[in-house]
């Protein structure tokens, strides 16, 4: 019996024995259709997912900077460009301590502050494998030292990189405006409108006139570098190059040689000249007195150099051309001349008796005119070429302000003309609720905000309230001179595609066409020659004219001048005198060139802009060059001027 119940139980073991191998050799199966299952996710379904990932952890992604387009004038020569130069840089992956390399590579170059704390926002920003500026613009001396201890300084590489200049500096500086380094608002507009990824590794972008109109143009398309890394985020070679694609070149109207005339005719004087021509809207010259060299402002100007420019009493750092509003003084006569004609208030005949003063009716306040005892009879062909106030300010008190302020934005006054430059302001053209909005604040009175008489004019003769920019009066020239066809001024020209050669212009198609009658254009143009000719305001300009030429002149008052007392502008502060005036197109009977110019504090119209105007055109024309003879420069003393808000007096103009 034991014999027999030991042989079973041997028996039962034996088979429990055996389903447990079986079941083991289940799950072994089990476990190896598992891992082949795995391993065909992994290889086959997911390899594509895996390979990428995989890839993504050993390669980086290095962007390559363009080319910024070029800048050039009308005929060619450039005005915005990039070099080479060598510059110091660390690559991070590679260097140790950074601190401690920069500590050893300040013993054998300047560093300075401003140079490690812009390295340092680099470093924030950048992949570890790219390399870092430390320091722009090595000299030779510099080079030698810093290539004899480099296999000292792991990570330390010397490298060319692209630069960009303005070599004409301060002539076009309020023109081309500059480039400048990418702050975080621009980094927020470019994400906001999806052009951030085309700015990875870059570092400028435009901040100024044309340098920032044209960015889009300008920036080009940015390059990548495909670069194969270590596990520790080390650069070891690099797999795949995206060459970038250079920014667009870009050609203006402007004749450099005509902005540097007109800037020697200028001198040490303060103000501003636009000169466009009619048929096209292209921006000949575009002056600003005094400019300002955009070059340090590339890489961040020093704070005290921008701390004399902006507390300058002399404002370098402001556009008059652009932003600059002044009132106008009789340059505005001629517009209000066709306002008269074409709204039927006057006839060229109808004359006035001009004693030499204008009083409103039961009013005691006399407007006085420019010329003691007044201008005798005078038509409308007298009233623009001898400048007549007294005709001007009886002419806006028959018009009121609504007439004015219907047909004056036919030649842009008070609104802005659409230049391709950024920072444009409209000017003011005066009416009641233009008045009412001004003086809204609570420190006003109700008189403040109250339209008088007294105020439209004022308006007649440019003075009072009107305040415009010289591009205004230069862009309201251009469509007188042009019969009414109103051509928008710009002053990019054409655009080169670099890739494809593909040039696009900026064709001239009118943005209004006015249809002034003729016979009321040839009146106000023949008194706008009158104005060159004996007895106009400036006949004195005129001697060996070889074109015919029509032009106004203007004196626009800055302070007011109390009734009776009698302007001397040598007891008056320089900053506050007078300003200078003349607008101008020649020649008369097909106009090739129409321009303001505005010379700040320069006295009466006749003796300081009407000279430059008339030596511009001569030169633009003819191609002669007259000697300039820098006049005195500005006075550096006196308080900052009036604001050009102001009203100034309801005296006369004195052209």
């Known amino acids: 019996m034991g014999k027999k119940s030991a042989q079973r139980h041997e028996g039962h073991d034996a088979v429990q024995f055996q389903i447990r191998v079986l079941l083991l050799g289940v799950l072994v199966l089990v476990c190896f259709g598992l891992l082949i299952w795995r391993f065909s996710v992994l290889q086959i379904s997911r390899h594509a997912f895996y390979s990428t990932q995989a890839d993504s952890n050993r390669i980086g992604i290095a962007p ?22 060598f510059t110091l840089e660390l690559r991070p992956d590679r260097v140790g301590d950074v601190d401690q390399t920069i500590a050893e590579l300040g013993k054998l170059v300047d560093i ?20 870092l500026p430390l320091k722009l613009r090595l000299t030779d001396d510099e080079i030698a030292k810093v290539a004899a201890q480099v296999y000292r300084l792991p990570g330390v590489e010397i490298k060319a990189r692209s630069f960009r200049e303005y ?3 301060a002539l076009t500086a309020h023109v081309i405006g500059y480039i400048g380094r990418l702050s975080e608002k621009d980094q927020q507009v470019l994400e906001e409108t999806g052009k951030l990824v085309n700015y990875r590794g870059t570092t400028h972008i435009g901040k100024l006139g044309l340098e920032q109109k044209y960015e889009d143009d300008l920036h080009g398309v940015t390059g990548y570098e495909e670069v194969e890394t270590d596990a520790a985020g080390r650069a070891i070679r690099v797999l795949r190059r995206t060459p970038p694609i250079a920014g667009n070149n870009i ?13 020697e005719l200028f001198g040490d004087r303060r103000g501003a000249l636009v000169a466009i021509e009619p048929a096209t809207g292209g921006v000949l010259a575009f002056v600003s007195k005094p400019g300002f060299d955009p070059n340090p402002f590339v890489d961040g100007i020093d704070a005290q150099s921008w701390k004399e420019l902006n507390e300058s009493i002399y404002r370098p750092l402001n556009n008059r051309a652009l932003r600059g509003m002044y009132p106008p003084g009789s340059t505005f006569k001629p517009f209000m001349a066709m306002a008269a004609l074409e709204m039927g208030y006057r006839r060229p005949g109808d004359a006035i008796a001009d004693p030499g003063f204008f009083s409103l009716p039961g009013s005691s306040h006399r407007f006085r005119d420019d010329k003691a005892g007044g201008h005798g009879y005078v038509d409308m062909y007298k009233s623009i070429a001898a400048s007549c106030d007294t005709y001007y300010y009886r002419l806006a008190y028959d018009m009121g302000i609504e007439a004015i302020d219907r047909f004056m934005p036919k030649f842009g006054f008070g609104q802005k003309t659409g230049i391709d430059l950024p920072g444009e302001v409209e000017g003011i053209l005066p009416s009641p ?16 905000r109250k339209w008088y008489v007294g105020d439209v004019v004022s308006i007649g003769i440019g003075q009072g309230y009107n305040s415009y920019t010289p591009l205004q009066l230069a862009y309201a020239t251009s469509v007188l001179a042009n019969d009414g066809v109103a051509f928008k001024p710009h002053i990019a020209w054409h655009v080169t595609d670099v890739r ?3 040039v696009s212009t900026v064709e001239p198609t009118p943005i209004a066409r006015h249809d002034f009658k003729p016979e009321n254009l040839a009146v106000v143009k023949q008194g706008m020659r009158g104005v060159l000719m004996p007895g106009g305001t400036a006949f004195g300009i005129s001697g060996g004219l070889e074109y015919a030429m029509a032009g106004k002149t203007g004196t626009a008052q800055v302070i007011t001048i109390k009734q009776g007392e009698k302007y001397n502008a040598s007891r008056i502060h320089e900053l506050h005198r007078d300003h200078s005036w003349f607008i101008a197109f020649a020649p008369a009977d097909q106009p090739k060139i129409a321009m303001a110019v505005l010379v700040e504090n320069g006295g009466f119209g006749a003796a300081a802009a009407a000279p430059i105007a008339r030596k511009l055109t001569d030169f633009y024309l003819l191609g002669k060059r007259a000697e300039v003879a820098p006049p005195a420069a500005a006075s550096k003393s006196g308080s900052k001027p009036a604001t050009p808000e102001q009203p100034a007096s309801q005296e006369g103009d004195h052209d």
Not at 124 to 129: T, V
Not at 251 to 263: E, F, G, R, V
């Open 64 to 85: 390559v900077m363009p080319s910024r387009g070029l800048i050039v004038d009308r005929n060619g020569v450039v005005l915005a460009h990039n070099y080479t130069a």
């Open 112 to 131: 300075g502050p401003k140079d490690i704390k812009r390295f340092k926002q680099l470093l924030s920003e950048s992949k570890s494998f790219e390399t």
């Open 167 to 169: 070599p004409y500096k």
């Open 251 to 263: 050609q203006l109207s402007l004749d450099i040689k005509l902005q540097q005339y007109a800037d």
């Open 433 to 448: 609720a233009w008045k009412q909005k001004r003086f809204s604040g609570a420190r006003f009175r109700d008189e403040h």
């Open 500 to 502: 494809t050669g593909k």
